[in-house]
């Protein structure tokens, strides 16, 4: 991928919100459905008192060595960097890490989640889906490749905190018509293939997965990680989960 | 154009809003370029008090039978109604229509502004193009057969209050560019033309004119009317214009 190549909308929503902007993350759906993500980009700059309290808790889990996936414009990584830990952060967004060096983070890579092995560092201790990046596990397949290599690339004692959305926790008649296509199409409700749109830009397809917390765990089981704990906060459809080894 | 069509984007965002939602208008530019045109579509909704300098000044021009151009949700229709004034409220979407009607105006036809003659009410003493839509002249031919058009259309003493933008008021580079490609194919640099998207709804391409004041006066000149009064706001790109018969 060009660095701020034209499929790096992300990027550029993030780069044009460091510069000032503040301005709605679009994304598209593959049926056609256009909607606002995020209404201000500037929650992706956003400091701990104004996450939400599922992630204020969570990432109370981290330690030691940590790898902050999809890490955006670094918000976490910022925040556990400054607390002293050791935080590589990684994306698939070229501006995105352009957007975390010039914010200070130490050790920004440009990096998907797939090549994580590649990163090559020692063992680590703690690894971060923050902000919904549960969701970059994919499918149930995708995910059931992926924690086997995150096992893999961390010690015996290692954490992962992540956050997804409940799709079951919604009034939207489309978010339900879309989730009976995907049934229909042999993907799980949750399961949204998704690109960012800014501006002129088109993002790439992205599969990015929200799961229940049975269908979570249904993934989990037999991966070498179990579900040690979960946060939620009364009927909100965001919840945070910490994932330990077994 | 069917009720509730396909391409009605524009009215279900107005419906789903006066259902309660409270989402962004999002519009596509014919370059791609795709943007939030109104953060809360509940704008559309706004009563006199929360509407601009520009437009609670330019209101108090309005007398008589007025032709409320591209009602929308009938936000000044609404007003004007309530004060007395016999109002009819036109626009070229269905959905928008239902939704005055909802509202309790009693006057709301589905009419596009190219088919006025066809209202066959008495002489008009006000045409009101609020919200910008001064910018339904489309383009510098279309606003000169428009004009005269509405001139035979209106009372000895009538008035046209409308608002628009003038489009070199802006930082935005992308809009610059648009403005050069736009005087490239032979257009006036403000002459956008877009469609509204909302969910997977697709609305009609729509020629919208952003223009100057001296832009203005050069279409105006020769039409039957005068520029009789201009309401600007120190730098803001929206300005309200008053135009006489002379």
Same mark, same amino acid.
């Given at each position: 991928m060009k660095r701020g190549g034209a499929d790096d909308a992300f990027g550029q929503l993030l780069w044009d919100c460091h510069r000032g902007?503040?301005?709605?993350?679009?994304?598209? @759906?593959?049926?056609?459905? /256009? !909607? %606002?993500?995020?209404?201000?980009?500037?929650?992706?700059?956003?400091?701990?008192e104004e996450w939400s309290v599922q992630?204020?808790?969570?990432?109370?889990?981290?330690?030691?060595?940590?790898?902050?996936?999809?890490?955006?414009?670094?918000?976490?990584?910022?925040? @556990?960097?400054?607390?002293? /830990? !050791? %935080?590589?952060?990684?994306?698939?967004?070229?501006?995105?890490?352009?957007?975390c060096q010039h914010r200070g983070i130490k050790r920004a890579v440009l990096l998907p989640l797939e090549r994580v092995a590649g990163l090559g560092t020692a063992r680590l201790d703690t690894v971060l889906m923050f902000g919904n990046n549960l969701g970059l596990l994919g499918s149930y397949e995708k995910a059931r490749r992926l924690l086997p290599r995150l096992h893999g690339l961390t010690a015996p004692t290692a954490r992962i905190i992540g956050t997804t959305r409940d799709p079951y926790v919604t009034k939207s008649r489309e978010h339900k018509e879309y989730h009976r296509w995907n049934r229909r199409r042999g993907r799980m409700a949750g399961e949204l293939?998704?690109?960012?749109?800014?501006?002129?830009?088109?993002g790439p397809w992205v599969d990015y997965l929200f799961a229940s917390e049975p269908e979570v765990r249904r993934i989990v089981a037999g991966t070498g990680w179990r579900v040690e704990r979960i946060v939620r906060r009364g009927a909100e459809a965001q919840y945070a989960m910490i994932l330990e080894k077994y």
């Open positions: 902007a503040d301005v709605a993350e679009l994304i598209e @759906l593959d049926d056609g459905y /256009l !909607e %606002v993500a995020t209404t201000h980009c500037k929650t992706y700059f956003s400091d701990f992630e204020r808790t969570a990432i109370k889990f981290a330690r030691g060595r940590v790898l902050d996936v999809g890490c955006g414009a670094g918000r976490a990584s910022l925040y @556990l960097q400054k607390r002293g /830990l !050791e %935080v590589w952060a990684i994306d698939s967004s070229p501006l995105a890490i352009k957007v293939r998704l690109r960012v749109r800014h501006k002129k830009l088109i």
